[in-house]
């Protein structure tokens, strides 16, 4: 009784103070990202063993980024606690207020005084991403969406969201909504292990109301093997987010990819942080030491990293080029005879020992071939001794090494390429 009356009063006082002004847990999610420098990024990314909690990956993790209707999630985990407690129940009715009829789109768009079931708006929330709803379900729980934003946020914190505030239910634009990947990470663990009966809400593809079916906007579903949810979001300020979840050999990895600047960039570069994450997991069950950054050979390259998309429709990428490294091989270079697998490149020098240099792992064979000209071409006199190879696709990606060095050897080489500020890792032997 205690606690409930201590969650109360500090839900009070959380909504007070958002009708003053912005309140943030650190000082530094009290201005909102928008409002930094123009040459911040917008993107930021997390990857998260879902068992342990162990972050495998992590790009600006902890900046503030607006969350946009990936805050629907929050929305449904008090949805899911009330029912858990019997407050509500699946069959409830939810009225549509006012407020909520007058909410922008994403919407089912029922009018004011029309009902829906508790289990028809947490379907429109997960699958149609619907505001209207979200504000509806708010204020049945919280008797007003300001109220409930504070509830939210009260939750938030006591799950270790530490940079995450809400002002609203559904994610629409409010300079003051803030969070960070790591926090949406939390989250969606949070999810899972406290509602395992709930979280297949998630993972349904659509969602059929009053004779009219609607598609899930998470793309990855249906479309890359083990995945099973969470929520994706968009707003112009927010660029393209997704919170993500994906299974495989028993063991679950959570994804957040947010600030992309398309929907295709945004689901292919959480597909391939996936398609790492597990990789590395099953090279660390080898024995091998690595870690996902080093797998996808930070740091980053400068220009954007974009794979052909694979949505329909999607135009917004005509003309995006692939950036490598930080300088375009010349036609020539791209002219270079590649030998692959186990072909030999450069002389006839015999291998000097087992060590081998990384270059590269890239999604496609001809991403590949392109840095191996780029990288034979500049680096001639460090790679001469060895023979470069791509290898076969593993872990969603062709590996791009030298092989044929002794330990020392190994390391000069790869220095000089990262004093040319180009990706590189020595890999000792097996």
């Known amino acids: 009784m205690f606690e409930r009356a201590r969650r109360l009063l500090a839900s009070i006082a959380i909504a007070a ?40 990956y992590a790009k600006r993790a902890d900046s503030p980024r607006y969350p946009a209707s990936i805050t629907k999630v ?16 699946l069959s409830d009715p939810v009225e549509i207020s006012p407020r909520a009829a007058a909410q922008s789109p994403t919407k089912l768009g029922l009018r004011p005084g029309e009902t829906l079931t508790v289990e028809q708006a947490m379907q429109a ?41 809400f002002v609203n239910a559904s994610g629409l634009p409010d300079s003051r909504q803030i969070s960070t990947a790591r926090d949406i990470a939390i989250l969606s663990r949070a999810v899972m292990r406290d509602y395992p009966q709930y979280y297949k809400l998630f993972s349904q593809q659509s969602f059929t109301f009053r004779g009219v079916t609607m598609r899930n906007h998470n793309g990855l579903l249906g479309r890359m093997p083990g995945v099973d949810g969470l929520k994706t979001g968009y707003t112009n300020a927010s660029g393209f987010n997704i919170a993500v979840s994906a299974v495989r050999d028993n063991r679950r990895l959570i994804t957040v990819v947010l600030g992309a600047p398309s929907t295709a960039i ?10 790492t994450g597990f990789d590395v997991m099953n090279r660390r069950d080898r024995g091998e030491k690595i870690t996902v950054a080093q797998n996808l050979f930070e740091p980053e390259p400068r220009g954007p990293v974009v794979r052909p998309s694979m949505e329909q429709g999607d135009n917004d990428q005509d003309g995006l080029k692939i950036v490598l ?4 091989p010349s036609p020539a270079a791209s002219r270079t005879k590649l030998v692959e697998e186990s072909s030999a490149l450069r002389g006839s020098k015999k291998s000097a020992g087992k060590w081998a240099v990384q270059v590269g792992a890239f999604k496609s064979k001809s991403d590949a071939k392109e840095q191996l000209a780029l990288v034979t071409k500049r680096f001639g006199k460090h790679f001469e001794p060895a023979r470069g190879a791509i290898g076969n696709k593993v872990g969603g990606s062709y590996r791009v090494r030298f092989t044929g060095y002794s330990e020392a050897s190994a390391k000069d080489a790869c ?11 020595v890999v000792k032997p097996t």
């Open 74 to 89: 929050m929305t449904l985990y008090l949805a899911f606690e009330a029912l858990q407690s019997g407050r509500i129940k």
């Open 325 to 328: 490294a930080s300088a375009k």
């Open 125 to 165: 929330l997960a699958i149609k991403s619907a505001n209207d709803i979200a504000v509806a379900l708010a204020e049945k729980l919280g008797g007003s969406e300001a109220r409930f934003a504070a509830m939210m946020t009260l939750r938030a914190q006591e799950l270790g969201m530490r940079n995450t505030r």
């Open 415 to 425: 220095q000089a390429l990262k004093a040319k500020r180009l990706a590189c890792m």
């Open 17 to 56: 103070a958002t009708a003053v002004a912005p309140v943030a847990s650190t000082a530094q999610a009290q201005i909102p990202y928008l409002q930094l420098p123009e040459s911040q990024p917008k993107y930021a990314a997390v990857v998260v063993d879902a068992k342990t909690g162990e972050v495998l």
């Open 266 to 275: 945004r689901n292919n570069n959480a597909e391939d942080l996936i398609l």
